[in-house]
Each structure stands twice: as C-alpha cells, then as structure tokens.
C-alpha cells in the first residue's frame, strides 16, 4: 500500500494516528536542524517535518536530497503543527516522519508548479503534463468532471440512453472541412471523422432508441481560435416524438440543473427571441443579455438631412453608452480608430454626448440640431450621461460592426461579470442562406433540419425567407448548443436536397442510407448538441475552453506536447498506398 490517506484529507482529529503518504515535492525549507516538505497530490498538501532530534539520521539526511518534483512516499505519526496555516484543510497538523522512501528522482522542472508560475503558454503547452499538477489547470479538469457526471445523471433521470456512435464514417457536408482517414483494407478510398453523429443518431430514432444522448468527440477542420478545437466534446441527443416545445423544456431544464448543481444559481424561465430580433437588436445570434445596449435604427431620424454619408446608407444605427458622456475626446478617438480596425471594418463613426441638463453635443452637430439629437437618444434609450455611438453603411456589415463595439465597450466597463449568468433561446432561424460567391443556397444548419409548415410554399419563390424549425441556447454571449425538428420522410428531404443543388444522384450517393432508413417507418424527431468545452469553460468564468481540456491543440492544430501532426515513414504511405506531394 502506497498510502493509506490523500494529501488533502487529514486534519487535527487524526492526531497521533500513524499514517502512509505518497505525491510529489513542492517545495522543502532546510533549517539545518528541521527540514519541512510540502508533500502534494491531486486532493491537496501536507506538510511534512524531519526533526534531527526526534527522526531517525539516515531519514533526516536523506530528506535533505529531495528536490523539487520528486515522487516520495513517507510513514510517520500526525502531530499537532506549531504554526498553524488556516489557508489550507491540513493546515492544522503536519506528519512527523519516520520512513522515508524515494520512489522516483526529477528534473528541475522548465517552470514552477505554482498556481502562478513563471511558465509562459508555449512552454507549458509543451509540458501540459506538468501544468496540469498546477491546481488552476487541476482544477479545470475535475470542473469538466463535476459538469459530465451532473449530466449523465440529469439525461439518465429522464430516461435517456447513452450509446456510441462509429468515429470512422463517411464524409458528407456539414459545414466544415473534414479529417479524413486512409483505409488499408479498401484501396484508395477514405473514411472520415465525424463533425457530428447527427445522421447516426437520426438512425437510433428510426431504431426506436427513443431518448439517446451521448458525450461524444467530434472533428472539424477549421480554423482555430480561443473556444474551438479541432477535435472538440459534444453533449449530443435527440428524442423521438418531440416538437420544438418539448425539447426547449428539457434542455432549458438541465441547463437549470447544472447552473443550480454548479454554481448555486437559481434561473427562471429562459427568455427566447427570433433570430429575427436578435440581429435587429444586437446584431449576431448569440447575444449577450447581461447588460443592454440594445440597437436603435435612426434612419427615420438621421435621412433625408444634409449628411451625404447617412443619406447613402441602407443602415443607421446606434447603441446608447451608459455613463459615457464623460469620455474625453482622446478616449472617443480611440474607439473610432478600434472600429477602424481590419477585424471590425468600419469607416468611421459618430458619436453624441447627452447632456445632463438635457442637450446633445454631437461630431455632426453642423447637419442636425437638438430635437433631431434628441430623437436619436429615444430611440436608442439613451439617457442623460450617456453616450451614443452611431455606424452605417451595408445593413448586415454594419450590424455585425456594432455588435463588435457593443461587447469590446461592455468588457471595458466591466459589464461581463463571469460570475452571472443570462441564458436564452434564440428561434426561428432561416432555413437557408445564400452563398454571395456561388450564388446557391446552403443549409444555416445542416441538410437535415425540417422547414416551418407554414413556409414550405415559400421554398419556390422566396427559399431565403423559409424559417427552420430550429434553436440555439446562448449563455452570455457564446452559443453553447443548438438543434433542430428533423425531417423524418424521405419526400421532404429529397425535396431539401434539390434546394440545396444536389443533383438526385449525389443525394443518393451522400445520403442513400439515410433516405432509405426513412422508408421503413421514422419517427418525427429532434435534438440538440450542447459544446461541452464551451459550457464547462464559461459555467468555470472564462472565455477559453484550453484550460479545461487535458491535452489541447495551439492555433496552429499542433499538439506541441507530442509534436502531433507528424509525417510517417515510407513503409507507412507505401503499405496505404499515398504517395505525399508537398510542392
């Protein structure tokens, strides 16, 4: 037996109790005649004592080559320690060694195993598993935990049953560009990663599974930033006869859960809005309801004056700044030139101050007076003290440009406090959207969500403004899951595939199975995937999910760890069949 207790556990009614630790070295103190060691493993630290009057000498001196990392294990008695330290739960007692043995030497680590260290992103990367000692890291990963195992258990509650799904499939077009696996057994022919087990768990439906959900790996070839991955973890589900209603309840229901379960929040209904308002209103899909705001479209006030750049615009719009109107004009010209930025696109900006005594004070004051101003400050609700904010130009562009603004001016005012938690449904999305480049309608979604009813006629004439029977929940401010009613005849989803241009043949060719599954009696059925990486990182207070995977990818989709992607050997391409033509 290594041990018979964790690092973590013991306190003072273990006094005088003879006990058998084990974990790694933090760091020792040498007093000459007292040695002190802060043993730790994954449930804390305990802190040991060599006494050079009370241990024995070869254990005394040999507790004096412990370094930093070393993997020991001790016996010795639990006693009452002198200084007390109260920001710890063993912090009352310390074990006096008797038995000390080295079960492994180490290297001085490349950065030091503290909640702060010294150590830079590249090079913990490179030693994640050292990082992952660190307890912010260590943490993260037990969070992650804590989060699954509450939704198994919710899922499992309702009846649902977890079931694998393959991980080398068929690639069919989901929206992303696949990872694709070479196949030993079936010359020059590939199978793919899933970006999703949508059309896997389509078929549980049609098996009768009824209720399926599945924590489950997903792939996409993407570009990466600070919340995507390559490879990513999907809470993923679907039920059989649902409509939309019924799946909103049961994942408004275990989001609920795990706000109450993990952070002790208690939530009410959550509000849901038409992807319709929430691009009217706050210009994406997924907004960010902790603080307001809210667009307000000026053209009825701001056309048809003398200011040739609005009268130009198909969109003016602005966002009323609370307790802004104090900003200096060096401040006022720093977010003019943030706009400015190629991340954000825009060309200029126009801003009005709100007077306390009730006057505006505007960058155009020369082509509109206060009652124009005025008009300006109700319809973005902007009161005295604030600060309006206006941009125009291209409805979609300009739109996405402020709604830019409006979150980077929320983080600045400190109005994204992590610790809080506004949730909400956005439905009604559009069933398809046009690629301007192609000219041909994609799928906002995937292939295989159901139209509207009430909108299908609408497919021959006006295909953009058929309606999805689909939804995503957000959580301040990031989309954490989303889905959709299926369609569940083969009639319909044929019908889908011609607007989307397949020909019969390649629809056949991509999703015959599926077609063909359809025939012998489907269920109507939907579902939803929820970003586990996502939701954990945002439920723990951040922005990044990075830290709250064990071993994550940089923004290159290297693993700089086990320097992963990598060639292989001749031996290997020859026996596949590949040959590698870099030019």
Same mark, same amino acid.
């Given at each position: 037996?290594?041990?018979?207790?964790?690092?973590?556990?013991?306190?003072?009614?273990?006094?005088?109790?003879?006990?058998?630790?084990?974990?790694?070295?933090?760091?020792?103190?040498?007093?000459?005649?007292?040695?002190?060691?802060?043993?730790?493993?994954?449930?804390?630290?305990?802190?040991?004592?060599?006494?050079?009057?009370?241990?024995?000498?070869?254990?005394?001196?040999?507790?004096?080559?412990?370094?930093?990392?070393?993997?020991?294990?001790?016996?010795?008695?639990?006693?009452?320690?002198?200084?007390?330290?109260?920001?710890?739960?063993?912090?009352?007692?310390?074990?006096?060694?008797?038995?000390?043995?080295?079960?492994?030497?180490?290297?001085?680590?490349?950065?030091?195993?503290?909640?702060?260290?010294?150590?830079?992103?590249?090079?913990? !990367?490179?030693?994640?598993?050292?990082?992952?000692?660190?307890?912010?890291?260590?943490?993260?990963?037990?969070?992650?935990?804590?989060?699954?195992?509450?939704?198994?258990?919710?899922?499992?509650?309702?009846?649902?049953?977890?079931?694998?799904?393959?991980?080398?499939?068929?690639?069919?077009?989901?929206?992303?560009?696949?990872?694709?696996?070479?196949?030993?057994?079936?010359?020059?022919?590939?199978?793919?990663?899933?970006?999703?087990?949508?059309?896997?768990?389509?078929?549980?439906?049609?098996? /009768?599974?009824?209720?399926?959900?599945?924590?489950?790996?997903?792939?996409?070839?993407?570009?990466?930033?600070?919340?995507?991955?390559?490879?990513?973890?999907?809470?993923?589900?679907?039920?059989?006869?649902?409509?939309?209603?019924?799946?909103?309840?049961?994942?408004?229901?275990?989001?609920?859960?795990?706000?109450?379960?993990?952070? /002790?929040?208690?939530?009410?209904?959550?509000?849901?809005?038409?992807?319709?308002?929430?691009?009217?209103?706050? /210009?994406?899909?997924?907004?960010?309801?902790?603080?307001?705001?809210?667009?307000?479209?000026?053209?009825?006030?701001?056309?048809?004056?003398?200011?040739?750049?609005?009268?130009?615009?198909?969109?003016?719009?602005?966002?009323?700044?609370?307790?802004?109107?104090?900003?200096?004009?060096?401040?006022?010209?720093?977010?003019?030139?943030?706009?400015?930025?190629?991340?954000?696109?825009?060309?200029? !900006?126009?801003?009005?101050?709100?007077?306390?005594?009730?006057?505006?004070?505007?960058?155009?004051?020369?082509?509109?007076?206060?009652?124009?101003?005025?008009?300006?400050?109700?319809?973005?609700?902007?009161?005295?003290?604030? !600060?309006?904010?206006?941009?125009?130009?291209?409805?979609?562009?300009?739109?996405?440009?402020?709604?830019?603004?409006?979150?980077?001016?929320?983080?600045?005012?400190?109005?994204?406090?992590?610790?809080?938690?506004?949730?909400?449904?956005?439905?009604?999305?559009?069933?398809?959207?046009?690629?301007?480049?192609?000219?041909?309608?994609?799928?906002?979604?995937?292939?295989?969500?159901?139209?509207?009813?009430?909108?299908?006629?609408?497919?021959?004439?006006?295909?953009?403004?058929?309606?999805?029977?689909?939804?995503?929940?957000?959580?301040?401010?990031?989309?954490?899951?989303?889905?959709?009613?299926?369609?569940?005849?083969?009639?319909?989803?044929?019908? !889908?595939?011609?607007?989307?241009?397949?020909?019969?043949?390649?629809?056949?060719?991509?999703?015959?199975?599926?077609?063909?599954?359809?025939?012998?009696?489907?269920?109507?059925?939907?579902?939803?995937?929820?970003?586990?990486?996502?939701?954990?990182?945002?439920?723990?207070?951040?922005?990044?999910?990075?830290?709250?995977?064990?071993?994550?990818?940089?923004?290159?989709?290297?693993?700089?760890?086990?320097?992963?992607?990598?060639?292989?050997?001749?031996?290997?391409?020859?026996?596949?069949?590949?040959?590698?033509?870099?030019?």
């Amino acid at each position: 037996m290594y041990r018979s207790h964790n690092c973590g556990e013991l306190n003072a009614s273990n006094i005088n109790t003879e006990v058998t630790l084990a974990g790694w070295v933090q760091k020792s103190r040498d007093k000459g005649f007292m040695n002190w060691v802060d043993l730790r493993d994954r449930y804390g630290i305990t802190q040991l004592i060599f006494d050079e009057s009370r241990s024995d000498k070869t254990v005394f001196e040999l507790a004096k080559t412990l370094g930093r990392e070393f993997v020991i294990q001790v016996k010795g008695t639990v006693i009452e320690r002198e200084a007390k330290n109260k920001n710890i739960p063993t912090g009352e007692i310390e074990i006096l060694v008797s038995e000390l043995t080295i079960l492994n030497s180490a290297l001085t680590p490349p950065f030091t195993i503290e909640d702060e260290t010294d150590g830079g992103e590249d090079i913990r !990367m490179k030693y994640r598993y050292l990082d992952i000692r660190r307890n912010p890291v260590k943490n993260s990963l037990l969070f992650r935990h804590k989060v699954a195992m509450e939704v198994r258990k919710y899922l499992s509650d309702l009846d649902f049953c977890e079931v694998e799904t393959p991980y080398l499939i068929k690639s069919t077009p989901e929206g992303a560009r696949d990872f694709v696996v070479p196949s030993r057994m079936n010359e020059g022919q590939f199978y793919a990663l899933p970006q999703s087990p949508q059309t896997f768990k389509q078929l549980l439906m049609v098996g /009768g599974m009824d209720k399926y959900f599945q924590i489950v790996k997903c792939f996409r070839d993407e570009d990466l930033r600070a919340d995507r991955q390559p490879e990513f973890t999907q809470i993923d589900c679907e039920m059989a006869f649902v409509e939309q209603e019924d799946i909103l309840n049961v994942f408004e229901g275990l989001t609920r859960h795990l706000l109450k379960e993990i952070k /002790g929040i208690e939530v009410e209904k959550f509000p849901r809005i038409t992807y319709d308002y929430a691009m009217k209103t706050y /210009g994406n899909d997924k907004p960010d309801i902790r603080f307001g705001m809210k667009f307000g479209e000026l053209n009825e006030f701001a056309q048809h004056k003398e200011f040739p750049v609005f009268n130009a615009a198909e969109l003016v719009v602005g966002i009323a700044v609370p307790g802004a109107g104090n900003y200096t004009r060096k401040e006022i010209d720093g977010l003019i030139d943030w706009v400015k930025r190629p991340q954000v696109g825009a060309s200029g !900006m126009v801003y009005v101050k709100c007077n306390e005594d009730g006057t505006y004070k505007s960058s155009v004051d020369k082509f509109y007076d206060n009652e124009d101003l005025a008009n300006w400050a109700k319809a973005t609700e902007a009161n005295p003290g604030d !600060m309006i904010f206006v941009l125009s130009g291209p409805a979609n562009k300009t739109r996405a440009q402020l709604s830019a603004l409006r979150m980077e001016l929320a983080t600045r005012l400190g109005l994204r406090n992590p610790e809080e938690f506004a949730p909400l449904w956005v439905v009604d999305f559009p069933l398809l959207e046009l690629d301007e480049e192609s000219g041909r309608y994609h799928a906002m979604h995937h292939p295989f969500t159901s139209p509207k009813p009430e909108d299908m006629a609408l497919l021959e004439t006006e295909p953009g403004k058929v309606r999805a029977n689909a939804y995503d929940m957000v959580l301040n401010g990031n989309e954490i899951g989303g889905g959709s009613i299926r369609i569940h005849d083969k009639a319909t989803q044929q019908l !889908m595939f011609k607007y989307l241009g397949f020909t019969e043949e390649e629809a056949k060719a991509q999703f015959g199975f599926l077609m063909d599954a359809f025939q012998f009696g489907a269920p109507p059925h939907g579902g939803l995937a929820f970003g586990l990486d996502r939701l954990v990182a945002i439920l723990g207070g951040q922005e990044t999910i990075r830290d709250f995977i064990a071993f994550p990818k940089n923004n290159s989709g290297r693993d700089v760890m086990i320097d992963a992607p990598a060639a292989i050997d001749d031996a290997q391409l020859k026996e596949l069949r590949i040959k590698v033509d870099i030019a």
